[in-house]
């Protein structure tokens, strides 16, 4: 398996449970809505993008996805990876870039995320040594207020994807309370992981709530009853309960993801069928 850390160093180009069951599905009665646009993380192609980046991107568009959001370049140039982009047709509102890059080579990560189109800069995950106390979240919650003054400087928003262990308490204290409550909401989104709010055994509509409009972004990403990763729609999680309440959350781009798909292609296409057919 990848270690998604590592995978980032090495592609970069630049350095509740039961309220999200299916029993609450009934609860959606009225659909008002769809989603306007389907995006993808890249992430979840990762292997055939390392053996052909261009051909890889021309079938995530003729699946029918709209948007796509890089973890990596694997070697290609801002420019080129924008100029692939208008050729297939996508758009790339977002990028993650790893902590280490944001600390070491942040100017040259925002002056790509310009060439390259995006409109968000997100950090996608934290190393053990970076979060072993509450003080640790504290300094993180600081450091991304930096980060987020940068991006703002240079035109662009920063935001942070959570996975599991953000919902573990530490010291006392839910980590991703530290780090929402820690940092300033013009400077600091989040991008909501589906899949591992629900592993966490937190209630993502309990977020919204307690933090309107800090989530612009999303990972769809589906639980089977055991807890495994399936493609959207094979699993257990309410995305129309969750995707009825997007406005008070912030949501404006929701993007695929699958961490180990037997079938990359086949999974990204299953998922987008269930999604364009969602209504809530």
Known sequence: MIDRRKFLWSATGVGLTGLLGRSVRAAATHPTGSLERIGVQLYTVRSLME???????????????????FAGYFGRGPAEVKALLAEVGLRAPACHVSLDTLRG???????AARTVGHDYVVCPWLAPEERGSAADYRALAGLF????????????????HNHEFEFENVDGQVPMDLLIEGTDPSLVHFEIDLFWITKGKRDPLAYFARYPGRFPLCHVKDMADGGTMVDVGAGRIDFS????????????????????????IASIAASHAYLEGLTF
């Open 51 to 69: 053996s052909d980046f261009e051909g890889t991107l021309r079938q995530v568009a003729a699946v029918g996805y709209d948007e796509v959001e």
């Open 145 to 160: 207020n930096e980060v987020g003054a940068a991006c703002r400087e240079a035109g662009l928003r920063f935001a942070y």
């Open 241 to 264: 309960a969750i995707f009825a309440r997007s406005e008070e959350a912030g949501l404006r781009h929701y993007f695929v993801e699958h961490d180990q798909p037997a079938d990359p």
């Open 105 to 111: 080579d942040l100017a040259a990560t925002l002056d």
